[in-house]
């Protein structure tokens, strides 16, 4: 067996398998000294040594003193996280709204404000554009931007919050209320603030999905869920015309793919963390109950019937439904998608996706298929609508901020104003404000492609999420228990009843309460 590292990663190699998704760890020394520890029998029989074991190791050899010097841990934040979700969210359902502070008030001097986002280049250009409209109409006021892409972009996030330096305006998951501020000790109540940003153009739902611990933390940016994008011109030429829409479809499509276009074109690829979400879909669909309580996080699930939603997604790769997950990481490690040739070329014919990110996909194909992407339908697994829709992302001001009412003035303007709202556009999903979505439709901002894909799945969803599904010691691409769970069934070829106590662990391990 080969190890080698970099600054960032280790990657392990044996004959038997190769894992081509990166452990990660803040520096090598911690890893270095983890590998020092263990005896060669060891080392060779690393696959019993799980992704949380190395983690954990690697923490006690050096990320620990790091963390320490923030004052934290990102673990130890979601921990508290978990075990004040179901207090903050039962007091905020009685608690009053706080106030306006009437004593605010916008400054005539020079005023500097920083703001945070992750997001594709689309999305960037549209959030820089804005903050030059923004600063035009209000010249002594001066944003600093910082922003990069998803991957590793909660980490970073997750290390500020803690430290108390992050931005003053920032780009929030829903889930992060729960995982770093559950006790809003991290954001400011934004009903403080509704001299400048007005909180009555979202609805009260959306809202209640953002008021935690007493306290309005964020305003939704917008609302999300997930669909089926197909490219009917590779679909066309395994002799299907229409989209899936039945798992006999799914499972026909595979075997059409498989015998007339050959061994390596696929009607649909997920990556682990699609693998759970579709499995959730699934069980939503047939046993009609949501994953698990809204508001406690309890699952609602036996170990049986989670078991069943694994051997779902197992039977999908035994359909060449989807793409075994070795096949995927050896071409393309733990590459995106949208990034992958196969896509690209349309050798991967459908993805399972937020709606936000349609275009993302349709522009991502070459020329000899762009013309194929469809926006497909939901698919009804049993007698229920499966799937869930959330809050896709919000944005907070940090209690760090120094100048709060320009803050709040940013927001507005960027989801409440037609300035702002006209280039922001449809670039974090359909906004949720209605004064927002007016502009940006106004404007001709909203893309049709995301339009469509969001309609469909806020007309089919019923399901809540809890605030736990995407604590990112479950969800994180490499290191997260669902990546261990569906890179063991495709690697080790085992069946749900194997894995699903690694699942409930891990669960259990982040908060949730495990019938």
């Known amino acids: 067996m080969d190890c080698f590292a970099s600054d960032s990663v280790i990657y392990f190699t ?21 590998l020092q520890g263990l005896e060669i029998e060891e080392i060779i029989n690393m696959r019993k040594i799980t992704r949380r074991s190395f983690l954990a190791a690697a923490a006690a050899c050096g990320a620990a003193a790091a963390l320490t010097a923030c004052g934290g841990s990102a673990s ?11 207090t903050a969210s039962s007091a905020a359902s009685q608690a009053p709204a706080a106030s306006a502070d009437e004593s605010l008030a916008l400054s005539d001097g020079p005023v500097n404000l920083s703001i945070s986002w992750w997001g594709g280049d689309s999305r960037h250009a549209a959030y820089q554009s804005a903050l030059e409209a923004f600063q035009a109409e209000h010249s002594n006021i001066t944003v600093e931007p910082t922003f990069a892409a998803w991957s590793g972009w909660e980490e970073k996030m997750a290390a500020a919050f803690i430290a108390g330096n992050a931005q003053d305006v920032c780009q929030v998951n829903w889930n992060w209320l729960y995982n770093y501020s559950a006790d809003g000790s991290k954001f400011v109540d934004l009903n403080t603030v509704s001299k400048f940003l007005d909180l009555t153009q979202w ?5 209640d999905a953002c008021y935690v611990a007493n306290s309005q933390q964020c305003v939704p940016v917008s609302m999300t869920g997930r669909i089926f994008y197909w490219n009917m011109t590779t679909f066309n030429k395994a002799g299907i015309t229409e989209v899936p829409a039945t798992e006999d479809d799914l499972f026909a499509a595979g075997k059409a793919f498989q015998e007339k276009l050959g061994d390596d074109y696929y009607p649909l690829h997920l990556g682990a963390y699609d693998r759970m979400i579709l499995m959730v879909f699934y069980l939503e669909s047939k046993y009609g109950k949501d ?18 939603g694994i051997d779902f997604i197992k039977s999908l790769v035994d359909g060449h439904v989807i793409m075994p997950l070795p096949t995927y990481y050896g071409a393309n490690g733990d590459g995106a998608t949208h990034q992958s ?21 349709s522009s991502a194909l070459d020329d000899s298929n762009k013309d194929g ?35 709040a003035t940013l927001i507005n303007f960027l989801l409440n104003e037609e300035k702002g709202a006209s280039i922001m556009g449809s670039e974090c999903g359909i906004p949720a404000s209605k004064a927002g979505l007016k502009f940006a439709q106004d404007a001709g901002a909203v893309k049709d492609l995301v339009a469509e894909a969001n309609a469909k799945v806020m007309a089919f969803t019923t399901n809540k999420l809890d605030p736990l ?45 495990i019938g």
Not at 14 to 27: E, G, N, Y
Request: charged share 20%; with cysteine.
């Open 14 to 34: 044996s004959v038997k398998r190769t894992l081509f998704d990166p452990l990660t760890i803040s520096a090598r020394s911690a890893a270095s000294c983890w």
């Open 76 to 86: 130890s934040a979601s921990s508290t996280a978990a075990s004040a979700s179901t």
């Open 203 to 207: 609805d009260d739902a959306a809202m």
């Open 291 to 308: 994953w698990a309580d809204p508001t406690t996080s309890t699952l609602n699930y036996t170990a049986d019937e989670i078991a069943e």
């Open 341 to 361: 040739n196969e896509w690209i070329t349309g050798k991967i014919a459908g993805i399972f996706e937020w709606d936000s990110a349609a275009s993302k996909y």
């Open 373 to 407: 992407f469809t926006v497909g339908e939901e698919i009804k697994f049993g007698d229920y609508n499966g799937g869930f829709s959330k809050v896709s992302m919000g944005m907070a001001i940090t209690k760090t901020c120094k100048n709060v009412a320009e803050a």
């Open 469 to 513: 599904f995407e604590n990112n010691d479950l969800k994180a691409s490499g290191t997260g228990i669902y990546q261990e769970v569906f890179d063991t069934v495709d690697y080790d070829g085992v069946a749900g009843a194997d894995v699903v106590d690694t699942l409930l662990d891990g669960m259990e391990s982040v908060g949730y309460t």
